[in-house]
T-cell receptor
Framework: GIQVEQSPPDLILQEGANSTLRCNFS?????LQWFHQNPWGQLINLFY???GTKQNGRLSATTVATERYSLLYISSSQTTDSGVYFC???????????FGQGTELSVKP | GAVVSQHPSRVICKSGTSVKIECRSL??????MFWYRQFPKQSLMLMAT?????????EQGVEKDKFLINHASLTLSTLTVTSAHPEDSSFYIC??????????FGPGTRLTVL
């Protein structure tokens, strides 16, 4: 099956800093999603981005499907950005998502 | 984005009892619902995929007789953990999609088996 690797596993930032999270996947995908898991466990949809570039406020994402990676950019980080960021991909077999191990982000005031 | 609810949000039960978790898509018709499990400090692991009106497809290593899944309508799927044991304690999360598109997740159910 598809393998998903996220880096870095942990990241500590000072408030206001920028960061880039990476997601590598081992095969072609039909779906790629980025999520933020808040402290209560809720997965918040950030981007549905099987290819191309999208922006939403301070967040943006780029997926280069031909090179099998996606990047999540966080600009001007805030303490509320803390939590775990997951990348998940789906192949063309039924749409099930395979999750990476996540990046745990901690933004310090 | 679309809204998916789960009930209950937290349940504590004695070993040997069965627990039912409901997952509802509130504002769209979910042709497919998924059930995941997450242990502390780990990622989400897919347990099963269910399509409305069909039997669920379970991932390798997931006991279908222990984790009963029903997807009787386009807005409701249920997961029943039968004869629960302490090792079944986990965070269970459902998601829903329309024809394999973007998935939207419920808030999760934290199960503790004593």
């Amino acid at each position: 099956g598809i393998q998903v690797e996220q880096s870095p596993p942990d990241l500590i930032l000072q408030e206001g800093a920028n960061s880039t999270l990476r997601c590598n996947f081992s095969d072609s995908v039909n779906n790629l999603q980025w999520f933020h898991q808040n402290p209560w466990g809720q997965l918040i949809n950030l981007f549905y981005i099987p290819s191309g570039t999208k922006q939403n406020g301070r967040l943006s994402a780029t997926t280069v499907a031909t090179e099998r990676y996606s990047l999540l950019y966080i600009s001007s980080s805030q303490t509320t950005d803390s939590g775990v960021y997951f990348c998940a991909v789906a192949d063309n077999q039924g749409g099930k998502l395979i999750f990476g191990q996540g990046t745990e982000l901690s933004v310090k005031p | 984005g679309a809204v998916v609810s789960q009930h209950p949000s937290r349940v504590i039960c004695k070993s040997g009892t069965s627990v039912k978790i409901e997952c509802r898509s509130l504002d769209f018709q979910a042709t497919t619902m998924f059930w995941y499990r997450q242990f502390p400090k780990q990622s989400l692991m897919l347990m099963a995929t269910s399509n409305e009106g069909s039997k669920a497809t379970y991932e390798q290593g997931v006991e279908k007789d222990k984790f009963l899944i029903n997807h009787a309508s386009l807005t409701l799927s249920t997961l029943t953990v039968t004869s629960a044991h302490p090792e079944d304690s986990s965070f269970y999360i459902c998601s829903a999609s329309y024809f394999g598109g973007e998935q939207f997740f419920g808030p999760g159910t934290r199960l503790t088996v004593l």
